[in-house]
């Protein structure tokens, strides 16, 4: 028997937009940025689990009290190592 595993909700981009208050094309352009959207035809979906990726996807760098970024391990999301991966396994083009 298949386990079945249910959706969180599914927003659509205005309903993200406002979860998230920015404007609609802001979160299109995250979403297919990160990789964190699904597309149906021409409509832009997004679950609670992109919104978390987007969310920290935005986080801002930590600094110290002269303003400058303090030294800290940086987290890097589910996403963003998906994307570093698959840029550096993607075939390079020759130049002709």
Not at 4 to 23: F, Q
Not at 43 to 53: C, G, I, K, P, V
Not at 54 to 77: D, E, H, L
Not at 85 to 95: A, E
């Amino acid at each position: 028997m298949v386990p079945t595993v249910s959706l969180d909700r599914i927003y659509t981009t205005d309903e993200a937009a406002e979860r998230l208050r920015v404007k609609r094309r802001t979160m299109i352009k995250l979403g297919r940025d990160l990789g964190s959207c699904s597309v149906i035809g021409r409509e832009y979906f997004f679950s609670e689990r992109d919104l978390l990726d987007i969310w920290q996807a935005q986080r801002a760098m930590p600094t110290n009290s002269q303003g400058r970024a303090a030294k800290v391990g940086v987290f890097v999301s589910d996403v963003r190592l998906r994307h570093s991966l698959q840029r550096l396994t993607q075939k390079k083009r020759s130049r002709k």
